[in-house]
């Protein structure tokens, strides 16, 4: 089966919303299957994934990852420790072998969130869902290329 997992923060839900759209239409295009779960922050977004890849494990239910959502910096340290947590926790994921596509925006102002999440903008969305498909389809080279040693 090739399913991919797309885990969404809804805290800034047009945002997340227009990333959510230009993924699906990407994985799509490219003949995977999906499945959403939505959290509040992006703060729960590794825990979801995580879950889901300790589950995978067992049952190779999902090929890849998705992580969506977007973090704006406000008067407080509060966005540092988002940011920089979410990003090392879904880092963390990734080296441990899981196809992960990272669409989460930080930035400093709405208006560069907008830019970003835009499909006629930098399309963050498409290009996290692009992310995504090609670590699966190198993830499943490096696969074939050990069974022929094995």
Do not use: W
């Not at 969404?8 to 295009?29: D, G, M, R, V, W």
């Not at 999906?34 to 825990?47: H, K, N, R, S």
């Not at 903008?121 to 290329?145: D, H, P, T, Y």
């Amino acid at each position: 089966m090739n399913k991919i997992l797309i885990v969404i923060s809804t805290f800034y839900k047009e945002i997340s919303s227009n990333l959510e759209n230009e993924a699906i239409k990407y994985i799509e295009e490219n003949n995977f299957e999906f499945d959403v779960i939505y959290v509040p922050g992006a703060f729960e977004i590794p825990a979801i994934i995580a879950k889901a890849s300790k589950y995978n494990m067992v049952t190779n239910y999902y090929v890849g990852y998705i992580a969506l959502g977007c973090v704006i910096r406000g008067e407080t340290s509060h966005y540092d420790y988002v940011c920089n947590e979410s990003t090392r926790a879904l880092m963390d994921l990734s080296i441990d072998g899981i196809a992960l596509g990272y669409g989460i925006l930080t930035c400093e102002n709405r208006e560069q969130a907008d830019v970003r999440a835009n499909p006629k903008g930098l399309n963050k969305g498409r290009a996290a869902a692009v992310a995504c498909i090609e670590m699966i389809k190198n993830f499943s080279k490096i696969q074939e290329k050990s069974s022929i040693i094995e």
